[in-house]
């Protein structure tokens, strides 16, 4: 049976290189709201010789996240699904920005899960950002709620991010919003197991991608050039590691994240270490 990898995010930077991956040998369903830049993508990958299926559909919306997994699973078995679809601080307001980064990443996956056969994997994009929000002010006890309730879950969220003034409430609505993508890939590791399916999250850094480019000006900029490979990383190079985590050759990869940032996290937390030992 023809293996079929769904990507959401599709038509951006990160989903249409990995499509160039993993389209080498499967059958590739893109996933994303704008049908002019599915069309652009399609006609990308078509010139590489990849056939590619593109379904116009909005993740926060559960019934067109189904009708995806419908459309997957008429081509063959859905064996992959990377969710690269998600929004940044600059292109939305604080409940634009959780809502679409949350409820996407659940439909996602739920969808994915109720039809998913063993040897199956998901990956989700996270971000670099879930890991520098300090996590006593992350309201990880209230993660569970996306399960149970989606309009309080929301509510617990937005609540959260009420404290942060409003020029910063997008930023911090976003790192949360990743946090708990992070969590929710380690969280429902052991369900997804039972199905003998394996999820993992991973987090890019600063990645040369229109969405990326975005926040330059809000401080990604600066941070790319204090990082410990000071320059931007390529969408090709985290389609790389997605494409990975998908394959079968991850197979005993599941549960976890993947900080691939080129050592942002790595140099700020040295250099707030050195601080603190020198007063």
Same mark, same amino acid.
């Given at each position: 049976?023809? %293996?079929?990898?769904?990507?959401?995010?599709?038509?951006?930077?990160?989903?249409?290189?990995?499509?160039?991956?993993?389209?080498?040998?499967?059958?590739?369903?893109?996933?994303?709201?704008?049908?002019? %830049?599915?069309?652009?993508?399609?006609?990308?990958?078509?010139?590489?010789?990849? #056939?590619?299926?593109?379904?116009? #559909?909005?993740?926060?919306?559960?019934?067109?996240?189904?009708? /995806?997994?419908?459309?997957?699973?008429? /081509?063959?078995? =859905?064996?992959?699904?990377?969710?690269?679809?998600? =929004?940044?601080?600059?292109? *939305?307001?604080?409940?634009?920005?959780?809502?679409?980064?949350?409820?996407?990443?659940?439909?996602?996956?739920?969808?994915?899960?109720?039809?998913?056969?063993?040897?199956?994997?998901?990956?989700?994009? #996270?971000?670099?950002?879930?890991?520098?929000?300090?996590?006593?002010?992350?309201?990880?006890?209230?993660?569970?709620? #996306?399960?149970?309730?989606?309009?309080?879950?929301?509510?617990?969220?937005?609540?959260?991010? *009420?404290?942060?003034?409003?020029?910063?409430?997008?930023?911090?609505?976003?790192?949360?919003?990743?946090?708990?993508?992070?969590?929710?890939? +380690?969280?429902?590791?052991?369900?997804?197991?039972?199905?003998?399916?394996?999820?993992?999250?991973?987090?890019?850094? +600063?990645?040369?991608?229109?969405?990326?480019?975005?926040?330059?000006?809000?401080?990604?900029?600066?941070?790319?050039?204090?990082?410990?490979?000071?320059?931007?990383?390529?969408?090709?190079?985290?389609?790389?590691?997605?494409?990975?985590?998908?394959?079968?050759?991850?197979?005993?990869?599941?549960?976890?994240?993947? /900080?691939?940032?080129?050592?942002?996290?790595?140099?700020?937390?040295?250099?707030?270490?050195?601080?603190?030992?020198?007063?």
């Amino acid at each position: 049976m023809t %293996r079929v990898t769904v990507i959401t995010g599709g038509a951006g930077g990160m989903g249409l290189a990995t499509a160039k991956v993993v389209g080498q040998d499967q059958a590739v369903v893109l996933c994303d709201v704008r049908q002019d %830049r599915l069309d652009a993508a399609a006609a990308a990958l078509s010139d590489l010789g990849i #056939a590619a299926t593109s379904v116009n #559909a909005d993740v926060t919306d559960r019934e067109a996240v189904d009708r /995806l997994f419908e459309t997957a699973s008429g /081509l063959g078995a =859905v064996t992959a699904v990377v969710h690269a679809a998600g =929004v940044s601080p600059s292109m *939305g307001d604080a409940d634009y920005v959780m809502r679409t980064n949350t409820l996407g990443t659940l439909h996602v996956n739920e969808a994915f899960f109720a039809t998913a056969g063993e040897g199956a994997a998901i990956v989700n994009v #996270a971000s670099m950002a879930a890991h520098l929000v300090p996590e006593e002010i992350i309201p990880t006890q209230h993660f569970p709620l #996306a399960l149970q309730d989606e309009d309080r879950f929301l509510a617990e969220m937005l609540t959260a991010c *009420g404290f942060a003034p409003e020029e910063m409430r997008s930023g911090f609505a976003y790192a949360i919003s990743k946090a708990f993508v992070k969590w929710y890939s +380690s969280s429902q590791a052991e369900r997804f197991n039972g199905r003998g399916v394996r999820i993992v999250s991973v987090s890019p850094g +600063s990645i040369d991608t229109e969405m990326g480019r975005l926040e330059e000006q809000a401080g990604a900029g600066a941070m790319v050039a204090d990082a410990a490979v000071p320059r931007w990383g390529k969408p090709e190079e985290m389609a790389d590691l997605l494409a990975y985590c998908v394959s079968d050759r991850a197979g005993y990869l599941t549960g976890t994240d993947i /900080l691939n940032d080129g050592g942002v996290v790595a140099s700020m937390r040295e250099r707030a270490r050195l601080a603190a030992a020198n007063g």
